[in-house]
């Protein structure tokens, strides 16, 4: 079996295919979710796909053991999340915090545990904690306890904010006199260089967006992060502004 020789990279039961696709990163009912891309011949890739229970039976059906490391390292459960006016509707397999609050489905989940994020109960749709080493071991990295930085995210995109990066603020407008010299100058270029190789619309977006287009999340700010109560601001700052 396929599920023997490949490791089941999803947080589901079910079943392995191999096929060849030119753009496999899709979910779909029939085709389930990539697995892993083996092969990328340019042209085309060799992908093992993964076709969860749920979809070949009609029912859901995660992986029990993968559900005990993701409530054992994320600070999250998975359960079922009611809403609507009446609690009409139902989402199961859902991504929560210990309170219920709604963060995501299990592939939410199953992501903050392969990138060692644990949830954020101060504002847990929308921001992680991210950690050098796993959240149960006791263990200090470069002088420091085990968090890494805070996680802002949104389906649009997210950035990490640790010590000694900006507090977002998208309401700041850069200048040099807040940046390194040799810093802000490499942005510059970029700009630049984006401006020219843009189209019409692009141009008109980067001219309106100025410098601010091409520096970094984490960058954009006045005020520098000096603890991680300013990271986590920060980050709650950004996944409020790609909302």
Known sequence: MIEKLIKNRTPYLGKMILKFEKYPHYSSSQDGKLNKVHLNLGFTKLVSRFIPKQVMEGHSNVDPEKVKLIEKYTDGVIGTHTFGKNNEYTL???????????????????W??????TVCEEYPHGVAIVWNTPRLEDTIVNGQDGIKG??????RGGALFTIGDRIFDEKYNPVVEDYNEKEFKKWWKKYVKSYEKGDDFDKKWIYNDGI????????RGKHMIKNWEDARTAAINMSKYLS
């Not at 805070?150 to 389906?155: C, I, L, R």
């Open 212 to 219: 601010k287009s091409v520096i970094p999340f984490n960058k």
């Open 150 to 155: 805070y996680y802002g995210y949104t389906h």
């Open 112 to 117: 903050y545990f392969n990138n060692g994020m």
């Open 92 to 110: 199961e397999n859902s991504f929560l915090t210990k309170e219920g609050k709604y963060i995501g489905d299990i592939d939410r989940a199953w």
